[in-house]
């Protein structure tokens, strides 16, 4: 499974963006209530060290990988929205240090490590895809 989002779907298109970004629906997964202390705590500035960073946000992130890539919801923007408002980070950070090939994000290997990720079994096969494009628009 796959987080998609087509690269040019938050560039100005005066017709249809404002169309593209209303058409999500709400995200069911209370990302409000999550614990972004597994990143917070680990991924600091100023250096903010990209392999600390980025074990920190698969951690996070991966357990969540169904309800992410979901394309008809706005659980991607809702997450990294959250981040953003806890951890403070420099635009783009996840997205420019983040990177393992095309496919996005390897979820194979990543185990929930907080209790907040208990409800959502982590399935082998996800890849989260976290383009350029997205968080380039969130931060």
Same mark, same amino acid.
């Given at each position: 499974?796959?987080?998609?989002c087509?690269v040019?779907?938050?560039e #100005?298109?005066?017709s249809?963006?404002?169309?593209?970004?209303?058409?999500?629906a709400?995200? +069911?997964?209370?990302f409000?209530?999550k614990?972004y202390?597994?990143i917070?705590s680990?991924? %600091?500035?100023?250096?903010?060290? *990209? %392999?600390?960073?980025c074990?920190a946000? +698969?951690?996070?992130?991966?357990?969540? *990988?169904? @309800?992410?890539?979901?394309e +008809?919801?706005?659980?991607?923007?809702?997450?990294?929205?959250?981040i953003?408002l806890?951890?403070?980070?420099?635009p783009g950070i996840?997205?420019?240090?983040c +990177?393992?090939g095309k496919?996005?994000?390897?979820?194979?290997? @990543?185990?929930?490590?907080?209790?907040s990720h208990a409800?959502i079994?982590l399935?082998?096969?996800?890849?989260?895809?976290?383009?350029? #494009?997205?968080?380039?628009?969130?931060?």
């Open positions: 499974m796959t987080f998609l087509a040019d779907e938050f #100005s298109h005066p249809t963006s404002r169309a593209l970004l209303q058409a999500k709400t995200c +069911k997964e209370d409000a209530a614990n202390t597994i917070t680990k991924c %600091k500035g100023p250096n903010y060290p *990209a %392999k600390v960073c074990s946000f +698969k951690d996070f992130a991966c357990p969540f *990988a169904e @309800v992410l890539n979901d +008809k919801t706005d659980c991607a923007s809702t997450m990294f929205s959250y953003n806890y951890g403070r980070y420099p996840f997205a420019n240090m +990177k393992e496919e996005g994000l390897d979820c194979t290997d @990543v185990t929930p490590t907080s209790s409800s079994p399935v082998s096969t996800h890849v989260l895809l976290i383009t350029v #494009s997205i968080l380039f628009h969130l931060f």
